[in-house]
């Protein structure tokens, strides 16, 4: 579901200037509070690092943080591991959380306002990369995580014929009203030449069939890497010509911030958050015979997310 990008709460660190007596250093940094699992009706939490052993402090804060307690307790509460936290997230608190974001709606934050900004740039970016080979009349693609259908309805707009899913009921739902709603004309039929998506509810591992294009846009960070290879591979089974994926970057950078992050949670029971590393996903992709031909990354203030288009080697 395109919903997993990486969200990001400001939170501040005031370290000393070493060696200098003028004051204190305050550094903004975006930290990403387990994905989905922020609060965001909050806009920033503030964490005050002092003492010449500021790295050493934060790191002796973060090696008591127990993440991994945190996911089994989620997981343990809706009877499951990863897909069923996701699919009781997705239907429930999730559901309206996100469906304002990727609305239209003023009802939103600033963190929530700069991540539909983020999102939509990666929807845009994609949509230049299918547009780049060519006329997408006819052509099919399955849209694999489609939530509200922010790449299923403009795709089917420039005449792809779509599949599209998402483990989330509450979702598929949205996202079929959403494209009736913009695609029918004023006397409920449609353009010479579109077609209607067609939407189910399924997880990644269930879809079959086969298709010019695969895409699976800001889902893996709901799994690990290893769950995450399964599911590369897979959805490069389903494509003939292209799969376009997207994922939360991992770098050391981005890890020790999302390990602060996990640290603040918020109340609002929530997925859980996996960073992918560039190179680990391209390995996944080459052991089926598949390779990358374009890259790209997309950033604003509160979201990251790295964008790979991969053709069969």
Known sequence: MAFSSILYSPIHFTVPKPHLRRGPLSVTAAIPPLSTAADLSADSTTIAVIGGGSVAALAAVLSLADPEKRRQMQAEEVGGGDKEVVRQYFNNDGFQRWRRIYGDTDEVNKVQKDIRLGHSKTVENVM?????????????????????????????????????????????????????????????????????????????????????????????????????????????????????????????????????????????????????AEADVERALQKVGWKIRKRGLITTQFYFSRVVEAIPA
């Open 128 to 276: 230049k990369m299918l547009l780049d080979e060519g006329p997408l009349s006819g052509v099919t693609v399955c849209d694999a995580g489609c939530g509200t259908g922010c790449l299923s309805i403009p795709l089917a707009k420039e005449g792809a014929v779509v599949a599209a899913s998402d483990i989330s009921a509450a979702m598929v739902a949205e996202a079929e009203k959403q494209a009736r709603d913009e695609l029918l004309q004023s006397n409920g039929e449609l353009s010479p030449g579109l077609v209607l998506p067609k939407f189910e509810v399924n997880d990644l591992e269930s879809l079959n069939g086969k298709y010019h294009t695969v895409v699976c846009l800001d889902v893996l960070i709901h799994y690990p890497q290893n769950k995450a290879d399964a599911m590369i591979a897979h959805l490069a089974s389903l494509a003939n010509d292209r799969l376009i994926l997207s994922f939360a970057p991992k770098t050391f950078y981005y890890d020790l911030l999302k390990r602060v992050g996990e640290l603040f949670p918020g109340p609002s029971k929530a997925t859980r958050a996996y960073l992918h």
